[in-house]
């Protein structure tokens, strides 16, 4: 299954779900793990310490749209 949404920033984020492993990809960035929120979190979380950056509201976005994609691929099996 794949699915493609935009970041709260407004980027482009392509998820799949292959053979129990999640991609995804933004701005040429890829990434992959055993549950939708570590694939999400690995292209569009820069753990680079800076002034200002919500990484906490971030997380709860991705962990959000992880349940929901997670729920649709319970449903799909």
Known sequence: MAWMTYTPDGRQLDIEHA???WKARCDGVDGSGATASEAI???IIDDTPTIGRD???LRVWIETQATRLEHEVALGS
Do not use: E, M, S
């Open 55 to 57: 990484n906490v509201g």
């Open 41 to 43: 979190a690995a292209v």
């Open 19 to 21: 053979d129990g492993l």
